[in-house]
């Protein structure tokens, strides 16, 4: 069996840490490097329920896109959610491998399977982690919101509507609208992303852009089966659990 370690190594192989951005925080961030692992279970964020699932299954190491540890930590308290968190990895022999901004950067991560999730073909990735893509035809905005209600779970999409079929998309999982300026310069019709700011909703509109706001988990979630599948291929022996919790809704994987 393969232990901890091993496993953070090799998804440092495929998703390096060089690629995340400079105020992040990836790689093997709570635990037991030799820790030898029979069964992982992959989530996009790690909460209390998350620990919970985990333990209910016998998992040695949790896989998460977002970081249990993201700001520098002064204090490992049971009065803060943080430190609870923490402690419960530590007193349930749990570890955690956290990949975030690399896995938004590598080819083949979130926004591919973001864009796999939406029926699109990926066209080109863009410098701030968004990315190009284009539909097989284009559809009314309506219809497009429809498909994408279903596809990514998001039953609660915030969107502007410029009067424009879908066809031509910029799309960034998580808060990424600033790739909306970078949209309107390459003549993209529309916008996709987890979160957008005021005063980034008023530019969209003013430029002539259909606006969707996915929601932050919605445009994410679709990453986790990605993880599964890649560590699936390279750990046969290994018990790979997407969390049933938080779900998974993606299309396949792009490693």
């Known amino acids: 069996m393969p232990n901890v370690s091993d496993i ?55 896989v998460s896109h977002h970081p249990i540890i993201f700001q520098p930590v002064r204090r490992i308290l049971d009065t803060t959610a943080e430190g609870r968190r923490i402690i419960a990895l530590l007193q349930n022999d749990l570890s955690a491998v956290c990949l975030h901004t690399n896995l938004d950067r590598v080819d083949g991560g979130v926004n591919t399977a973001l864009v796999q999730a939406l029926g699109g073909e990926d066209e080109e990735s863009l410098p701030d982690m968004g990315s190009l893509c284009r539909l097989p035809e284009s559809l009314p905005l309506e219809l497009f919101l429809d498909q994408t209600r279903e596809a990514l779970g998001a039953m609660d999409m915030r969107y502007h509507d410029a009067q424009r079929r879908v066809e031509y998309l910029a799309v960034c999982g998580g808060a990424g609208a600033d790739i909306l300026y970078t949209a309107a310069e390459r003549g993209c019709d529309t916008v996709l992303t987890g979160e957008i700011k005021h005063h980034q909703w008023i530019d969209g509109a003013e430029l002539g852009l259909n606006l969707i706001e996915g929601g932050h988990f919605a445009t994410e979630n679709v990453v986790t089966n990605v993880l599964a599948e890649l560590l699936r291929r390279e750990y046969p022996d290994v018990d790979i659990c997407l969390s049933r919790l938080q779900g998974s809704v993606s299309q396949g994987f792009g490693f």
């Open 8 to 62: 953070a190594a090799y998804l440092e192989e495929k998703i390096p840490s060089k690629l995340m951005e400079s105020y992040d925080n990836v790689g093997l961030l709570c635990g037991f490097p030799e820790q030898e692992v029979s069964r992982i279970l992959v989530v996009l964020d790690i909460t209390m329920e998350a620990i919970e699932e985990a333990v209910a299954l016998g998992a040695e190491l949790i």
